[in-house]
Structures are given as C-alpha cells and as structure tokens.
T-cell receptor, first 113, second 114 residues
Framework: NAGVTQTPKFQVLKTGQSMTLQCAQD?????MSWYRQDPGMGLRLIHY???????DQGEVPNGYNVSRSTTEDFPLRLLSAAPSQTSVYFC????????????FGNGTRLTVT | AQSVTQLGSHVSVSEGALVLLRCNYS??????LFWYVQYPNQGLQLLLK??????LVKGINGFEAEFKKSETSFHLTKPSAHMSDAAEYFC????????????FGQGTELSVKP
C-alpha cells in the first residue's frame, strides 16, 4: 500500500524560481489538501480539493496554485519562490472532508535561498 | 472562525509517569476533534477522533482523550509514558460551518526521560 506519496523529499530553490510539489494517493480519496508546517505554528492549510476539478483556498494560499485534474493527483505549484516559503510541506487525503481521518505523506522539505 | 490552542509547546515526563497534553478549541457548532502524532521525519498519524458518539475516546498506543463541552477542551492522556511515545502531538478541529476543513493547533513536543 503506497498511501500518499510526495515527491521530492528535499528541494532547494533560489528566490524567484518556480517548482511543483507532487502528491499522489492510491486510496480513491475524494478529499486532498496541502499543509505547510513551520516551527511553533503547527500545520496551516494552503489549498484543498473535494474532488476532481474542484479546488479552494485554505488559510495561507498566497504564492501557491493547485489543480485537481484526476482523483489521484494534487500538485502544488510555487510560481515565484520566496524565502518565506521555506517550510515542510505535507499533502494529505481522506475519504471525505468532514470527520474522516487524514492520511499524510512524508513531507517535502523546501528551502528557498 | 474555529481555532485550536495547545497549552505548552514542550512537555517532559519520566518513563512510567502520566502524560497530559492540553487542547482547547473554539467552535460555534459541535466540532469534530482529532489528535495526531508525528514522529521525526514522518507525516502525521491519527491517534484518535471525537465525533459526538462518546465523550471519552480511546485511541491507539494506550492514549485517550475526553471531550468536555463546558470547558471546550479535548485533553490527551496516557496513564504510563513509554520511551516510544516521544514525538510531537497535534490537536485539530473541524466543523460543518467551516466547510469541514481541519485546523491544527501549534503542536506539543513530548519528551520521555528514562
């Protein structure tokens, strides 16, 4: 069982560069989401999706784009990286948005210099 | 808007001692409440969840949490700490009137001394 797979595990970017963080799940979950984790701030919701073709903003969406063309994939795009986006990023999925437990990937550690 | 506050960013206990991690929430409607655990360099795993069926919820690894509406609390406890319990613990809340999105607290790092 692969569960939620995130790539890459580590990434270093220069300010202004763009990149895509990949997330795929094989559990046929409708709900997928992206969080960033920063020391002392817990996890903050960036964007989420309740199904293919549907996305919405979370708490901290600025500087990030998402799309959901298939049930399995939910990539996160950084359009022009900034040092403030240095963080650990987690993708998570669940059967539904409400009381279903989230299944997390192992994270992508991003450094922007 | 709903929110979660975890009291204490770092808790240290001796092996065999009681573990108590505090969580208070703010929600205008009955919430769904969760505790997650994160081991180093890993994603989060579900410990337990409250969905209004019973106020005392039992989870994995001997942890349990009690929902107290009057105190808006959902504290996590374990009677006897084990070295393997050392990790970061997150409380989270979701509610229908916020679209069901899960909002996390700041996290509490638990250290267990031998």
């Amino acid at each position: 069982n692969a569960g939620v797979t995130q790539t890459p595990k580590f990434q270093v970017l220069k300010t202004g560069q763009s990149m895509t963080l990949q997330c795929a799940q094989d559990m046929n979950h409708e709900y997928m989401s992206w969080y960033r984790q920063d020391p002392g701030m817990g996890l903050r919701l960036i964007h989420y999706s309740v199904g293919a073709g549907i996305t919405d903003q979370g708490e901290v969406p600025n500087g990030y784009n998402v799309s959901r063309s298939t049930t399995e994939d939910f990539p996160l795009r950084l359009l022009s990286a900034a040092p403030s986006q240095t963080s650990v990023y987690f993708c998570a999925s669940s059967y539904s948005i409400h009381n279903s437990p989230l299944h997390f990937g192992n994270g992508t550690r991003l450094t922007v210099t | 808007a709903q929110s979660v506050t975890q009291l204490g960013s770092h808790v240290s206990v001796s092996e065999g001692a009681l573990v108590l991690l505090r969580c208070n929430y703010s929600s205008s409607v009955p919430p769904y409440l969760f505790w997650y655990v994160q081991y180093p360099n890993q994603g989060l795993q579900l410990l337990l969840k409250y969905t209004s069926a019973a106020t005392l919820v039992k989870g994995i690894n001997g942890f349990e949490a009690e929902f107290k509406k009057s105190e808006t609390s959902f504290h996590l406890t374990k009677p006897s700490a084990h070295m393997s319990d050392a990790a970061e613990y997150f409380c989270a809340v979701a509610s229908y009137n916020q679209g069901g999105k899960l909002i996390f607290g700041q996290g509490t790092e638990l250290s267990v001394k031998p």
